[in-house]
Nanobody
Framework: QVQLVESGGGLVQPGGSLRLTCVAS????????MGWYRQVPGKQRELVAGITLGGRTNYADFVKGRFTISRENAKNTVFLQMNSLKPEDTAVYYCNAAPPRNEYWGQGTQVTVSS
């Protein structure tokens, strides 16, 4: 069973930056394309960014040019560097496989962008 633990969220002012980290409990991580997702209350969870095993990335239009996804397979870790944050980026952020698997959802990490 794979457990994914997200961290790095917090309160940041508009225009600020945060770096999210997701650590997987098993080496199966190295066989998976991974993604970062986010959810706000009352809305469906949405894909923010994805990264393949080979490092190819894709981004939702609303974060292109601001967010960067990366991974360190040797450490079973995936990152999300978030720059130029906006209030509308406020959400709980999750990592999961891409496409996501229900059994992999973790607790997520809260990101709040507010002055």
């Amino acid at each position: 069973q794979v457990q994914l633990v997200e961290s790095g969220g917090g309160l940041v002012q508009p225009g600020g930056s945060l770096r999210l980290t997701c650590v997987a409990s098993a080496s199966i991580f190295r066989l998976l394309a991974m993604g970062w997702y986010r959810q706000v209350p009352g809305k469906q969870r949405e894909l923010v960014a994805g990264i393949t095993l080979g490092g190819r990335t894709n981004y939702a239009d609303f974060v292109k040019g601001r967010f960067t996804i990366s991974r360190e397979n040797a450490k079973n870790t995936v990152f999300l560097q978030m720059n130029s944050l906006k209030p509308e980026d406020t959400a709980v952020y999750y990592c999961n496989a891409a496409p996501p698997r229900n059994e992999y959802w973790g607790q997520g990490t809260q990101v709040t962008v507010s002055s």
